[in-house]
């Protein structure tokens, strides 16, 4: 009278299951949670606290329970050519019946595994978790390369292929109804690895182990995809009209990605785009989902830009670094001294942004950049031209004229020669009675402006010009 039983019938399709193992295991009174069992992960199996198996006519009994009227047990049953099932709450001191689902070849599923190159492989890893029950079942080979697993109707199911020389792959199934064939391709996705089985979601039966195994690879939770979009803009900014290519080639997962979807029925990896420039910002969404149906989404903004942007610059006269500086004017800019700052900070673009800007300061140099400086080696006016571009392309430019103040001297320079009586011409010689020529074109100015010469040969005559006589 103080023995507290469970017993029943197991059966399928009405027929008494024999030889079906029923299993009992206790919830821990003191916080009415299952006890830690893991007999199903194939890993740190504690077992359960009371076994028996049915007679020929399905009949089960478990008697001599520890636990008072009313305690709860989490029973589970095997049975050869049936699909497992598990109760997380029973009572004692009740008939508890079991009807099995009979494993039949309807739900078939035939499977091929090969590697990236299209060759078959005959020597692959193949099993599936059954996310309902929290059941795994390893594939039967048949015809030497074809795996073949029977799911629960109306179960969703994960296939999964390893072997190792490639990384493993794996396959959602939903709602199981009737047998199927499909190829499974390892070797595939390359953050896969060989040594973690995925599972979508925490088991509904049982607990896990601090290191879950199967297959003596640890078990993991699938964290799902991440989606990345990359182009050839690096700011997404387009003229009106114009064409962005964009790529999901950078998205990722672990468990590998089924599906992409920018919208409509653009579903490649690679996907184009024109844009108008009504309805600024342009969205564009990315929606990557994995082989476990999870999903990650992105998004950019694309702007379409037909306006122009404005460009304009101040020019900003410093004698030292520690010069505050002062405004360029025709009489305070001088060569080889000054350092002149050009600030295009007032540039501006009414649709997006200056994205670059280029100066010319005219005298064969060039910069890049908002704020640049700049010293004049030679005096003159120099025209000095600003160009900023938007991210769309579309360029602006202005310009404004420096006058670099003349402070270096020229310099004065000369050679002489007469010619003797047979015609030649003698080199800095001359001679008494005999013409003499002077020539000046050695003289130069930094400025490269013109010259003007003046000869005295001190016998109170003098001349003028670049060559005398």
């Known amino acids: 009278s103080d023995s507290y039983w469970v017993s029943g019938t197991v059966t399928a399709d009405d027929i008494p299951v024999s030889g079906a193992t029923v299993s009992l295991i206790s919830y821990d009174c003191s916080c009415w949670s299952y006890a830690k069992e893991d007999s199903w992960w194939g890993y740190d199996d504690v077992g359960y606290t009371w076994t028996t198996t049915t007679n020929e006519t399905g009949y089960y009994q478990i008697t001599d329970l520890s636990y008072p009227d009313g305690g709860l047990f989490g029973?589970?049953?095997?049975?050869?050519?049936?699909y497992t099932v598990n109760l997380p709450a029973v009572n004692t001191n009740f008939e508890v019946d079991f009807t099995l689902e009979n494993i039949t070849a309807d739900n078939n599923q035939n499977i091929n595994v090969k590697n990236p190159s299209g060759d078959i492989i005959d020597d692959a890893t193949v099993f599936m978790y059954e996310e309902a029950n929290s059941t795994w079942t390893d594939a039967v080979k048949f015809g030497g390369a074809t795996y073949i697993l029977s799911p629960n109707t109306g179960n969703t199911v994960f296939v999964y292929a390893y072997h190792e020389d490639y990384e493993p792959a794996v396959v959602k199934l939903s709602n199981i109804s009737g047998s199927?064939?499909?190829?499974?391709?390892?070797?595939e996705n390359i953050l896969a690895d060989d040594d973690v089985i995925y599972i979508p979601s925490t088991p509904a039966f049982g607990s896990q182990s601090d290191f879950p195994m199967i297959h003596d690879r640890i078990m993991k939770l699938n964290i799902g995809p991440t989606a990345k979009i990359t182009s050839n803009s690096d700011d997404y900014v387009?003229?009106?009209?114009?064409?962005?290519?964009?790529?999901a080639s950078g998205s990722y997962s672990v468990v590998g990605i089924a599906s992409y979807d920018w919208g409509g029925d653009n579903t490649a990896v690679d996907f184009s785009s024109t844009f108008a420039f009504s309805g600024n910002p342009n969205v564009v969404t990315l929606?990557?989902?994995?082989?476990?149906?999870f999903t990650d989404i992105v998004t950019v903004n694309v702007t379409a830009d037909a306006d122009d942007p404005v460009a304009s610059f101040t020019s900003i006269v410093k004698a030292s670094v520690s010069d505050n500086g002062t405004e360029a004017n025709e009489t305070n800019?001088?060569?080889?001294i000054n350092t002149v700052v050009f600030n295009a900070s007032e540039s501006s673009d009414v649709t997006s942004s200056v994205s670059s800007y280029s100066w010319d300061f005219g005298d064969d140099n060039t910069?890049?950049?908002?704020?640049v400086s700049h010293i004049f080696d030679n005096p003159g006016t120099f025209e000095v031209v600003l160009t900023v571009a938007d991210g769309a392309g579309n360029t602006a430019n202005t310009s404004s004229s420096v006058i670099v103040q003349d402070i270096t001297s020229p310099s004065a320079n000369f050679n002489w020669s007469y010619v003797d009586s047979e015609g030649t011409t003698i080199e800095m010689a001359a001679v008494e009675g005999k013409e003499i020529s002077f020539n000046a074109g050695n003289s130069n100015d930094n400025s490269g402006g013109v010259l003007?010469?003046?000869w005295d040969f001190s016998d109170g005559i003098s001349k003028e010009g670049k060559e005398v006589t």
């Open 287 to 293: 929606t990557v989902t994995d082989n476990f149906d």
């Open 238 to 247: 387009v003229t009106e009209g114009g064409e962005i290519n964009f790529s």
């Open 75 to 82: 029973m589970r049953v095997e049975s050869a050519d049936h």
């Open 452 to 454: 003007t010469y003046t």
């Open 180 to 187: 199927s064939s499909f190829e499974m391709i390892v070797g």
């Open 367 to 371: 910069d890049t950049g908002k704020i």
């Open 333 to 336: 800019v001088f060569e080889d």
